[in-house]
């Protein structure tokens, strides 16, 4: 089969799929010919070159690749909808940023860290959203439950694997996120935090 031909039908089913589709769904499609992976490896570089310097890309993701618009023309696709999307709390981007560099991590570790309890709608809204899954149990009293990120949680901020996350020194605003996220500071800056949150 033609490269062409392949790039356009690889081009087709990622426009028709509501989800990403990994390179073995994709080799799927093509049961009476004798594809490799290279060959769909290839198609799809041939598609990234396409869409380079376009408004939609094609995007490797935790779960295989998808299409999707690019990121600078946000400013003008947010007017298409009415409803505005739901802003997340400070508490429940810091306890999702705890659980995403610190996993496994218990919910107690989580609010020794934060100084102060976690909210039970928090957790039930992460494990809702399916950016959080309980990865086991910590062999202590009580076997508290040792939270860990998802592959949606990957999908949904745009990551393939945690190694995409930014390093903490990549971060803006580290001045303020040190203190919350407790890496190495003083204990008072760790009350700050708290007495924070406690307003």
């Known amino acids: 089969m033609e490269i062409d031909e392949l790039k356009h039908i690889i081009e087709a089913a990622l426009l028709a799929a509501d989800q990403p589709m990994a390179i073995k769904q994709l080799l799927d499609l093509f049961p009476e010919q004798e594809l490799t992976s290279n060959d769909i490896n290839q198609a799809i570089i041939a598609l990234e070159q396409d869409y380079q310097g376009r408004g939609i890309e094609l995007k490797k993701i935790a779960s295989g690749y998808r299409l999707q618009t690019t990121e600078r023309m946000q400013p003008w696709l947010q007017n298409m909808w009415q409803q505005k999307p739901k802003k997340l709390s400070r508490a429940l981007l810091e306890t999702l940023a705890l659980i995403a560099y610190r996993q496994p991590i218990t919910r107690g570790e989580i609010e020794d860290v934060r100084g102060v309890a976690v909210s039970s709608k928090i957790v039930h809204y992460l494990m809702d959203k399916e950016w959080v899954r309980v990865l086991g149990y910590r062999d202590v009293p009580g076997k508290p439950a040792m939270l860990g990120t998802t ?16 390093s903490l020194a990549e971060i803006k605003d580290i001045e ?14 760790t009350q700050d935090a708290a007495d924070e949150d406690a307003h």
Do not use: M
Request: proline fraction near 10%; aromatic fraction near 10%; glycine fraction near 0%.
């Open 151 to 166: 592959k949606t949680f990957l999908d949904d901020f745009n990551l393939t694997s945690l190694q995409d996350l930014p």
């Open 176 to 189: 303020t996120l040190e203190p919350e996220l407790a890496f190495n500071v003083p204990e008072e800056q």
